[in-house]
C-alpha cells in the first residue's frame, strides 16, 4: 500500500500536536499560576533553633514515637530569644520547683495532657498554664504537665493507659484539644509533611488511628516518618499547585475528626471505669474545636472553651514565636481553675 505526500504531512503534524500540545499546555498553566500569584515550592524548611545542651530536643520512645529529653534545655529562636525548658526523669515537664517534690507526693493527683500549647513552647516552665495551675492548686493536686510539642489527641490516649498502669491513677485528667489534632491523630500527609522539618530536633516517629464502623477504634506505629513530595516541585509552580491540591483533599476526604471522637470516647471510657473526672478543653475559637466542646457535652464530657483571641497580640509569643504567651497562658490557668472548681462543686 503507498501512502502519498499529504498522508504523510497530515501524521508528521498530529505527531508535533501529540507532541508539542502538552508542553504548550503545562507552559501556559505555569505561567498562569505564577501570574496568580503561586509559586515553586519553598527549599526545605529548617527552623532556625538550637538547643543547648546537646543539640537535640527529643528522644525516641517505643509506646509514643518520641518524648522530650530529660533535664535543663536552653532553646534559642532565630539566635535572639531564649526560654528554659526542664523535663524530670521521665520526661514530663516542671509544674513546680524541684526542690518541693516531696511536697506533693502523697498529694491527690491531676493528669494535663496535650501537645506543644499545654507544654509551653517558646515560654519558661512558670509562665505555663500548667504550672499557674499548680500554684492555684499547691494545697489540694499534684498536677503532671503531660504535654509535649508536636502531639496529638492518640498520644494522650496512651499516655492514660500507660499511666494507669505505672502510677497512681489522678482524680481528673484533662485533655487539652485543638484541630490540628485532628491531623496529628491520623497523621495526615500535611501532619508528615510539616514533621519532617523537625527531624533534626530528634527521632520524631508517631504513632496514629484510623477508625470505622466495622473495625472501631485501631492504632498504629509509624516507625519512620518520611514525606517526599512531588519531584521538582521546589522548580515549578504547576507541580507545587498540583501537590497542595492532593494535600488538601487528602484532609478534606479523611474522617480525622471521627477520628478523633473516637479517641475522646475511649479516654471517657476508660475515666469512667476508673471513677476519674475527665475534662477535654479547647484550646483554640475555631469551628472545628467548638464543634468538639459540643460534642463532648453531647456525651455528658466535661468540656470547657479555654481560647483566647489570637487577633489580639498580647496572647501571641510575638516577634520570637507563634505560639500563646505568657499572657494567654495566664488566660488559660483562670478559666481552667474556674472550671474545675465548678465541677468539683456539682
Known sequence: MKINKHTK?????????????????????????????????????????????????????????????PGKLFVTLNNNYTFITTHKSNTLRITHPIAEDSNYVNKPKLWVMGGSDTHGWSINNDETYVWL?????????????????GYGTIHSLLQIMDGLKNSKKPEIIVVAYSSVHDRRNAFLLRRRKAVTSWNFLGPLSQPYAT???????????????????????????????????????????????????????????ICQKNDIKLIVAGMENRDITLEMIEYCNSKNINAVD???????????????????????????????????????NQ
Do not use: M, W
Not at 503534524?13 to 496568580?36: D, N, Q, T
Not at 527549599?43 to 514515637?65: C, M, W
Not at 509552580?237 to 480525622?256: G, H, T, W
Open 9 to 69: 504531512k497530515r501524521f508528521v503534524f498530529y505527531c508535533i500536536i501529540i507532541v508539542f500540545l502538552p508542553i504548550v499546555i503545562i507552559i501556559i498553566a505555569e505561567v498562569s499560576l505564577r501570574l496568580l500569584g503561586h509559586h515553586p515550592a519553598s527549599p526545605k524548611y529548617r527552623p532556625n533553633i538550637t538547643v543547648e545542651p546537646g543539640g537535640r530536643y527529643f528522644q525516641k520512645d517505643s509506646l509514643l514515637g518520641y518524648t522530650h529529653l
Open 133 to 149: 495551675l499548680q500554684e492555684l492548686y499547691k494545697d489540694k493536686y499534684e498536677i503532671r504537665n503531660f504535654g509535649c510539642s
Open 211 to 269: 477508625y470505622s464502623e466495622k473495625n472501631g477504634l485501631q492504632i498504629h506505629k509509624a516507625d519512620l516518618v518520611e514525606y517526599k513530595g512531588l519531584p521538582f516541585n521546589e522548580y515549578s509552580s504547576l507541580l507545587n499547585f498540583i501537590e497542595k491540591v492532593y494535600l488538601y483533599f487528602d484532609e478534606k476526604f479523611s474522617n480525622s475528626n471521627e477520628v478523633t471522637k473516637a479517641i475522646i470516647d475511649k479516654i471517657n471510657e
Open 306 to 344: 479555654l481560647s483566647v483571641d489570637y487577633n489580639i497580640s498580647e496572647n501571641l509569643n510575638l516577634p520570637h514565636d507563634f505560639h500563646p504567651s505568657p499572657v494567654a497562658h495566664k488566660k488559660f490557668a483562670k478559666k481552667l481553675g474556674d472550671f474545675i472548681n465548678k465541677i468539683n
